[in-house]
């Protein structure tokens, strides 16, 4: 896609690159729970492998979130960056989203804190739920169904997420399109109130905004824009291919 090329958007509105990017994700992160797609006669294997997943979400709700939350820094965050951040996160579309999915309204001076760690407990309840249906069922079965079940719990523990709570088909590009999926309203905003910008001003501008240095390259820069589509109006330097 050349960089003088109008934004383009697929029927639901969505932005062309975004969907690009959500298209990979499913090729990679997410391939290996697709593949356990049931159909038709129950793979007990492939059933172990979902409770595994599940398993690790709790897990990773319970223990990597905290930890990576840390580890990012975000609790030593000012108020002044959480006053920038905000706006990025749609606190006030999420406090929608809390309010339906609780069943209930949401007061204005109710911290949305609260809201998600009733949310997170409803989910850990529900998953916990689906772990004792599976365990039922499974009771019922033959020692070498019961060994292929375990086999696959094992599997799936780690086939998503790795002890480490990063995705294990990354391909190292994840945490990098995450940012680019994060700043989509920015980004949008920028191509569209910017029509003489360059590929280099938006590349400026997303480093300015986000934590990819790999983008400092021009290369890479121009090589990820052609692979998600992702143009401005100006004209820029046509990329050169570079190995993924």
Known sequence: MSDNESPQRDNDGLPKWYVKILERLVKTILKPILKLRPAGEVNWENFGRIIGIVERFKTFLSHDVEREWVEAGLDKMTDQQW??????LGLD???EQMAQSLGRPLGKDEPLEN???E????LEKYLESLKSVAYRHLALQHPKTTILFHKGV????????????SF???RGRTRLY???LAHRNEIEKFRQENPGASRRDLQQWILRETTIPILDDDEWFDHLCDEICLGVKGVGRKSKTVPV
């Open 115 to 117: 809201a998600a760690n």
């Open 93 to 95: 579309k999420a406090r």
């Open 83 to 88: 006053e920038k951040l905000e706006p990025q």
């Open 119 to 122: 949310l997170t407990d409803r």
């Open 168 to 170: 294990a088909g990354d």
């Open 178 to 180: 995450f940012e680019l």
């Open 154 to 165: 094992a599997e799936g523990y780690k086939c998503f997420l790795d002890v480490d709570g």
